[in-house]
């Protein structure tokens, strides 16, 4: 897991400096490398953080306390 954040933190940041066939042919290569469909290496792309972080978003914590369980 923490080899995918590092490789989604890495192009990243070239995604989000790209024009949209430079993006095209960034998602082109991601999806090759990791075998992802295209529509969720987008919204990973999108997700990194300014800081070159992964946002995990709302939907990473505990279930328990989504749900009110526990």
């Keep these: 897991m923490a080899a995918r954040d590092e490789l ?10 790209a024009d949209r066939t430079e993006r095209g042919r960034i998602l082109d290569e991601f999806t090759a490398i990791t075998g992802f ?13 300014r800081s070159g972080v992964l946002d995990r978003g709302p939907g990473a914590g505990s279930t328990r306390t989504r749900h009110g369980k526990h």
């Design 8 to 17: 989604v933190a890495a192009i990243a940041g070239r995604y989000s400096q």
């Design 37 to 49: 469909h295209r529509k969720h290496a987008m919204r990973l792309l999108r997700r990194v953080s």
